[in-house]
């Protein structure tokens, strides 16, 4: 079963990259932007087939060490 | 005295410590294995900077698991003095015996400098060398030394003189100019409530030799030797 | 049946007279792998093969010389029973594809050939060369290169501790990123890659193997061309936590006596690394390819063999040792796997599957590579410009000439590349980077390595004999101003095309003047490395003959100096010949636009003598500053010094009969400057040795003043100094 993991700012987190970035596409001629954030993707192969038992495993991971919970939320999507 | 110093894959300057506390206390601390989670008994604890694991995820993110880091925040919990020097503040973080987080570099570039600091608690084992107010000139070394934590926290710390050190001006004003990673209140350096730990982003291990340019350093390792001379 | 069709070999970079060899040498048609090897092997970044004829002429030996060029990097003795390991590399082509990949590998590269040897690292460098500032890939390129070299040397925790930084149209679609890493070592404890012991186990250690850089060293050896976009692929991917890991285990490994043979496995990959280990240990070697650790599906043994993956070594243990050494590289989380034996056969043998898909006799594919002595035409010398002559249409003052020039893309502080460079882990930065040399101290004495890396490639354009003499002798001179005995240099040689006959010409020109200085400075070439096909659609880039310096310092705490105004009130004292030589000088560039003209001549006896001299000086403790004079004569030079000391200057007269902006801005070589407080004493003992010396002002205040009445307060020549980089490289 293959996990995604999505780890973005919390909201009221100041993101510098997400400003340069943003930055660097106002001069690349792309208007419109209100904002940019930048997260993480992280993608985990696993053997665990049950959905349950997966989902579980993968909230352990990201409470533990994938995301900073002082700064960090994250979003799980399991493909079956 | 006797200290430790918790050397991780990827740590850098666990000689550069090595060397600053030989020099202070006449005798070389144990060099300890993260691996190996009996740490021996100790005066002091201190984990030091470097890239440990390379910074991969977050900085000291993975460090702050490894065998023996739990033993050191139990020995924390006991009163044992730690001090994280940059990647170990980081990883001080992470393992949450000091709050808040480092996060990346305000001008999102690696920053190699001398930093002026004004000293604002001179009470504790680390810093009575130093009297309150006191402007030294340390070196920084990190593209990860922008210290964040929410408003109830900042003002626990401000509240409690838990900011050990702040980035201010040779003149000692602390302000934004003088800030050269965008922490939060110009925090370099905080302790934690019982205030045998202390995190910092500068390197005092790396002014505390003449020849490489400054000894406003020196002080911190002289008055933890003494401090935990007298103690034993 | 091979298969080997003439388009397979022209895409493989052989030329059919190339592969005509190689069927002799085989007795048959190879097959693909074996033609992959010819291929890779045969390569100019791998057999230099036109620029060995011409390296040959470059002397190599010196008492303190341990071990000259044809390891993995040169060996010098640097007293205390330690030695001193070092080379330069170049990663040009990389890097103009993928800027921080390219630099970051390249200083991966370079740290790993000295490692092999034995030794620590303890200090990185670098030359750098990016095209005009106006060019609208330049930005990217420096931030990039700049992000990358930090991005690995931070990250290994060895400190970047100086370099050079020049703009230049010619380097426009190819930039060159020359690497330096040097490494001290226990003299008696020196590895070398030479195989040996029948039946010794063959090792493999640290990263997997994937498809990286396959085809990076044919990838150096070609022109770009509008396709070179295309190229991505090939550029490898650098993982300093790896290579941490694999300095420290290899260290570990090296502090016993298990390893026989050990080599880095760089261009080329395993392919290069065990067919010079077998080379030059005069054996064979088979492999097992299943064995290999590989991180990717289904790789064919061409892929193995050629893959350019980062952080791999390949060693030849004692027999009986190999789980000792196991046990070391599995604490440091890392691949470690017995692939082969040595044998006695001479012969390359690689199995896969059972089957043997290669079989390569050794000796000739190493010295029957090809050598070419190619066509060459000497550069047209050009005329010395008289001062009037160069002056035409330049009226202005000195200080503001000066003003303008601190704040030029040639002259202004390169903070901002430094800062992004821990330049102080390892606690033994005793001279920092901006100054002429950076000074590390050897742990746990007060010896240091003075260390530097120069080159002025506009000189070499218009003379390249002139420009390799002047290239070592700015080396020796940076060296000699930090007090240190310089003692070996090793150089990255970065030329445009080979087959053109006027290029070919630059390569030869530039190694005879860098031969001569070579004797005539007892400062030997150790190492090196020579990067070809610098050309982007027939444009070559400025004949660029790199050097990288090292010299010792005996005490750090008295024999050293540093270029700053140390003090007020000191006299400042010039040392050397003035004659106001202007042709190919930066006020030309800045105020004329021209780029003409005889580059200045550089007289050998003259650097000896005056070099000599002022080193005698600074062991005396005579005086308390110096700083050799180069890019923008002796006018820079002074801001500079008063910059760096924070103090300023009251200049005395120019002398007559010279044009002042002659003076203050000529190039004029062998020169330096040095603070005193006995200047009398000074002037006479330069007088007794027979060096030209003049007292050329006095220090103190916070204003830089000319005897013509003109100044230049510290704070407006500070801030023309600091802001034209951060400025530039923020704008977009």
């Given at each position: ?13 100041l993101d510098p990259q997400g400003k340069a970035i943003e930055h660097a596409l106002g001069g690349l001629g792309f208007s419109g932007i209100n904002e940019v954030r930048q ?42 | ?107 999102l ?124 | ?731 977009s």
């Amino acid at each position: 079963m293959k996990a995604r993991v999505h780890i973005t700012l919390k909201n009221g987190v100041l993101d510098p990259q997400g400003k340069a970035i943003e930055h660097a596409l106002g001069g690349l001629g792309f208007s419109g932007i209100n904002e940019v954030r930048q997260g993480k993707y992280i993608e985990l192969d696993l053997r665990e087939t049950d959905e349950t038992s997966a989902r579980a495993a993968v909230e352990a991971m990201c409470e533990k060490l994938l995301a900073n919970t002082v700064i960090e939320n994250y979003e799980i999507d399991l493909d079956a | 005295m006797k200290a430790a110093v918790i050397v991780s894959p990827g740590s850098n300057c666990d000689r550069d410590v090595q060397v600053a506390l030989r020099q202070s206390a006449g005798a070389d601390p144990i060099m300890h294995w993260h691996g190996d989670p009996d740490l021996p008994y100790v005066d002091l604890i201190v984990v030091p900077g470097g890239f440990s694991y390379g910074d991969y995820l977050r900085a000291g993110a993975m460090a702050a698991h490894s065998p023996v880091i739990r033993e050191v925040v139990a020995r924390a919990n006991k009163g044992v003095p730690v001090l994280g020097i940059c990647n170990g503040f980081q990883i001080l973080t992470e393992c949450g015996l000091l709050p808040g987080v480092l996060m990346r570099n305000a001008g999102l570039k690696f920053i190699c400098r001398d930093v002026d600091l004004r000293v604002e608690a001179a009470d504790t084992v680390f810093t009575r060398a130093y009297v309150n107010g006191q402007i030294i000139r340390i070196p920084v070394a990190h593209n990860e030394g922008n210290y964040f934590a929410d408003e109830d926290t900042l003002n626990r710390l401000d509240g409690d003189n838990r900011v050990a050190f702040r980035y201010c001006t040779p003149d000692g004003e602390v302000i934004a100019r003088a800030n050269p990673n965008g922490a939060s209140r110009n925090i370099a350096g905080i302790l934690n409530e019982a205030r045998n730990v202390l995190g910092m982003m500068p390197h005092p291990e790396r002014l505390a030799d003449a020849a490489l340019g400054g000894t406003d350093g020196r002080p911190m390792f002289d008055s933890l030797v003494e401090a935990l001379a007298a103690a034993a | 049946m091979s298969g080997i069709t003439p388009e397979i070999v022209a895409e493989h970079g052989l030329t059919p007279d190339e592969y005509d060899r190689v069927l002799k040498i085989m007795g048959r048609a190879p097959n693909l792998t074996e033609l992959g090897i010819f291929s890779v092997m045969w390569s100019e970044h791998c057999s230099y093969k036109s620029s060995k004829v011409w390296l040959k002429k470059l002397p190599t030996e010196a008492p303190w010389v341990i071990c000259g060029p044809g390891e993995n990097a040169g060996v010098i003795d640097i007293g205390g029973g330690k030695a001193c390991i070092f080379k330069m590399e170049s990663h040009n082509h990389p890097s103009f594809i993928e800027p921080y990949q390219g630099a970051a590998t390249g200083v991966g590269g370079i740290l790993r050939d000295v490692f092999t040897m034995g030794a620590r690292p303890v200090a990185n460098m670098n030359a750098l060369r990016f095209g005009s500032p106006d060019h609208p890939k330049t930005r990217h390129l420096v931030d990039g290169v700049v992000a990358g070299i930090g991005g690995y040397g931070n990250c290994m925790g060895i400190p970047t501790v100086g370099g050079e930084t020049n703009f230049d149209p010619s380097y426009n679609g190819n930039i060159l990123v020359n690497a330096m890493t040097v490494g001290i070592a226990d003299a008696d404890k020196i590895f070398y890659s030479a195989a040996a012991g029948i039946g010794n186990p063959v090792v493999y250690v640290g990263s997997k193997t994937g498809r990286d850089g396959i085809h990076g060293a044919t990838m150096a050896s070609a022109e770009f061309d509008d396709d070179s976009e295309e190229k991505r692929p090939t550029v490898q991917v650098g993982d300093p936590f790896t290579e941490k890991l694999l300095l420290e285990a290899c260290l570990e490994l090296m502090a016993t006596d298990a390893i026989v043979a050990i080599q880095d496995m760089g261009a080329a990959g395993l392919t290069s690394s065990s067919v010079e280990m077998s080379d030059k240990g005069g054996v064979g070697i088979e492999f097992d390819l299943d064995l290999v650790p590989v991180r990717e599906e289904a790789m064919t043994p061409y892929e193995i063999m050629l893959s350019e993956s980062q952080e791999r070594m390949l060693m030849v243990l004692k027999p009986g040792r190999e789980d000792m050494a196991r046990a070391i590289f599995e604490k440091w989380e890392l691949d470690f796997a017995v692939i082969g034996t040595v044998t006695d056969t001479n012969r390359l043998v690689l199995k896969a599957g059972g089957e043997v898909v290669c079989d390569i006799p050794v000796p000739p594919l190493v010295a029957e590579a090809p050598e070419y002595e190619r066509p060459w035409e000497r550069t047209p010398t050009s005329p010395v410009l008289s001062a009037d002559d160069a002056l035409n249409g330049i009226d202005m003052s000195a200080t503001d000439a000066l003003s303008a020039m601190m704040a030029s893309p040639d002259l202004c502080s390169r903070r901002w590349v430094w800062e992004q460079y821990d330049h102080m882990v390892m606690g033994d930065t005793v001279q920092r980077p901006g100054g002429d040399a950076a000074v590390v101290r050897v742990h746990g004495t007060n010896r240091g390595l003075a260390i530097t890396t120069d080159c002025t490639p506009r000189y070499c354009v218009a003379d390249p004999v002139d420009g390799g003499r002047q290239a070592v002798a700015e080396a020796w001179r940076n060296l000699t101003a930090a007090g240190a005995k310089p003692l070996a240099i090793t150089d990255n040689m970065n030329f445009g095309n080979p087959e053109r006959p006027e290029i070919m010409g630059q390569f030869a020109g530039c190694i005879e003047g860098m031969a001569e200085a070579c004797r005539a400075l007892d400062f030997p070439v150790v190492s090196g490395n020579v990067s070809l096909y610098n050309e982007t659609s027939g444009a070559g880039i400025l004949p660029t003959p790199a050097i990288g310096g090292v010299g010792l310092i005996e005490d750090v705490t008295a024999n050293m100096v540093s270029p700053r105004f140390a003090d007020a009130e000191e006299d400042i004292v010039l040392i050397g010949d003035t004659a106001g030589h202007l042709g190919r000088s930066l006020l030309l560039r800045q105020f004329a636009d021209r780029d003409d003209g005889a580059p200045p001549p550089v007289d050998l006896a003259a650097e000896r003598r005056n070099g000599d001299f002022v080193r005698s000086l600074i062991r005396a403790g005579s005086v308390t500053a110096c700083h050799d004079l180069s890019d923008g004569g002796l006018l820079v030079a002074l801001a500079e010094m008063a910059l760096a000391g924070g103090i300023g200057a009251k200049l005395a007269e120019t002398p007559d009969g010279l044009p002042a902006l002659a003076w203050w801005f000529g190039e004029d070589q062998a020169r330096y400057v040095v603070t005193t407080n006995a200047a009398e004493a000074l002037l006479a003992e330069a007088q007794a040795a027979n060096v030209p010396a003049r007292l050329v002002g006095r220090t103190g205040g916070t204003v830089l003043t000319l005897a013509d009445g003109n100044s230049i307060p510290l704070t407006d020549l500070r801030n023309a100094h600091e802001n034209w980089l951060p400025e530039y490289m923020a704008a977009s």
